[in-house]
């Protein structure tokens, strides 16, 4: 992180730290050529060429902004997957990769889609697939569909959620709905189609 902007600067740092993103920072006019990515300001990324990411054009939301810093770390060669647990408290996990990005738990169905497509919009250039339980048949198709239609180009499918919900150690402080829908995430299931709600994938 490089930048004179003492406002900027605060706002990065805890933007970073609001993220779990360890960073190092860097004076102005010192040597930043060890820098794989540097996050600064618009007026002053000039300098630092293809390696900056700005300030102005990062995502206030934690986990976003962490996908946003991870995704450009790998040059996007990974997808982001996420979970989603069905239910009258809907579970939702979002992944980089196996990087966790964020865990929330929805009463609304609109405001999960919401996330999911916030995500979807500021991370324009990964590839997203999108994992719904079928613990409910009928409601797991809905939120499929829903959720294609959030997101387009995203792969949709509908999951096996048998055995989900078990607790683990290694998710402490992570709710149930949320702990399942992390499972879900990385389950492979069947794809919606375009043409028919399920479709062996």
């Known amino acids: 992180m490089i930048t004179s902007r003492a406002g900027a600067y605060y706002a990065l740092v805890s933007r970073l730290r609001e993220a779990g993103l360890g960073f190092e920072s860097v004076l102005p006019g010192s040597d930043h050529r060890g820098c794989e990515l540097v996050l600064t300001t618009k007026d002053e990324a000039g300098t630092f060429g293809g390696r900056a990411l700005v300030l102005e054009e990062l995502d206030e939301d934690p986990g976003v902004f962490k996908g946003q810093i991870v995704s450009r770390l790998d040059e996007g060669d990974d997808a982001v997957f996420v979970g989603v647990d069905p239910g009258v408290r809907t579970g939702l996990a979002v992944y980089y990769g196996h990087t966790p990005l964020a865990f929330n738990t929805y009463d609304s169905p609109g405001a999960l889609c919401a996330k999911i497509g916030a995500f979807a ?14 613990g409910n048949p009928r409601i797991a198709g809905e939120f499929a569909r ?9 792969t949709v499918e509908i999951v096996d959620e048998k055995g989900t919900s078990a ?22 299931g069947e794809a919606l189609s375009s043409g028919r709600s399920r479709s062996r994938g």
């Open 146 to 154: 829903m959720l294609k239609a959030t997101v387009p180009d995203a």
């Open 121 to 134: 919009m500021r991370l324009p250039d990964c590839r997203f697939v999108l994992r719904v339980g079928d």
């Open 167 to 188: 607790k683990t150690s290694s998710m402490k402080g992570i709710q149930v709905d949320q702990r399942a829908a992390s499972r879900i995430a990385f389950r492979k």
